[in-house]
Structures are given as C-alpha cells and as structure tokens.
C-alpha cells in the first residue's frame, strides 16, 4: 500500500497561522533533539531503514540528513536546535568511516561509497558546511573525482549527485 492515512497529519479546516506553523515546527526539532543519541543517532523508521543496518547515516535516509535539516532551519532563522550540530556531523562522519552502512542484498553501483545521497560525499558536505576545513573539502574533492565516470548516471549514486556537492561548494567557497 503507498498511502496509509493513520501516518499522517489529517488536512484541517484551520485558516494559516504563522505563529502555529512556528510552533510545530519548534515542537519537530525538540523532538529530534531529544531523540538523539550520539552513538545510536536517531531511531529509524522501518521503510527507512530497509535492508541497511542501523544506525542510519547517510544524506538520504539517515543523520546526515537529519543533520542538514535542522542546520537548514537555524540558518533561515526558523528554529534554535540544542544540539552541537558541527559535532554531530563529524560524529557521523566517523561512524560512516569505520562503518559504512551500504544497502545489504541489492546490486549497489561501483562507487556506492561516493554518492550524495548515499554514500560519503553527503556527510562530508554536512560535516564541511557545519565546521569547514580544508581536509573536509579535499576528501570531498576526492570522493567527487572518485565518482566521475559511475555507470550510475543519476542523482542518488551517480556523478549528477557529486556534481551537486560539488556546486554548493563552489557557491560557498567561490
């Protein structure tokens, strides 16, 4: 079934709040700050989490994401997470490193460890944008050489998805 009705927020009648809109999304991010564990990150959902072991990491589906998101709002100003998010990043940057984490039993395109979504590159932008450093940017710059010629010609695993690191950095570096 694609669409389950009780996993979602009904549609109301309620004319727009701002102040409401604010309120929830205060009320997300409290949430995910409390739901964090540095060691387990946060808890998966299990279609999140299909045939890839926890704790989840990746841009995509998992910390780094999560991660991206919360920086996201508190650079726009909508929000204020507790939570040290440069420190976060590089923590799961780390985990990646000594445990990756790649999709169990599915054929993964050969430079799976480089992918945006999937792979390293994300959380090495995550990490670089939170706390740059030349290391970061150059493990970058590798990964996205690395994933160049990917027979994955797509955004998720492929060059299209380093080429995307790849312009934020130049947008943010010059």
């Not at 740059?132 to 160049?148: G, Y």
Request: aromatic share 8%; proline share 6%.
């Amino acid at each position: 079934m694609l669409y389950q009705r009780e996993a979602f927020e009904p549609l109301t009648d309620e004319p727009w709040d701002e102040a409401r809109v604010r309120e929830a999304i205060q009320r997300i991010v409290s949430d995910a700050d409390e739901a964090y564990d540095p060691g387990a990150l946060w808890p998966a959902n299990e279609w999140d989490a299909w045939q890839t072991p926890l704790p989840l990491k990746t841009l995509y589906a998992g910390a780094g994401g999560v991660i991206w998101a919360l920086d996201a709002l508190q650079r726009r100003g909508h929000v204020e997470s507790k939570l040290d998010l440069p420190s976060a990043a590089a923590a799961v940057l780390e985990l990646w490193r000594a445990h990756p984490g790649d999709m169990q039993g599915i054929e993964l395109p050969s430079k799976a460890a480089a992918s945006l979504l999937c792979g390293e590159s994300g959380l090495l932008l995550v990490a670089w944008r939170l706390s740059p450093s030349a290391e970061l940017a150059d493990a970058l710059f590798e990964r996205v050489r690395e994933n160049a010629d990917n027979e994955a010609e797509e955004l998720m695993w492929g060059s299209p998805g380093t080429m995307l690191a790849a312009d934020a950095m130049h947008g943010w570096t010059g």
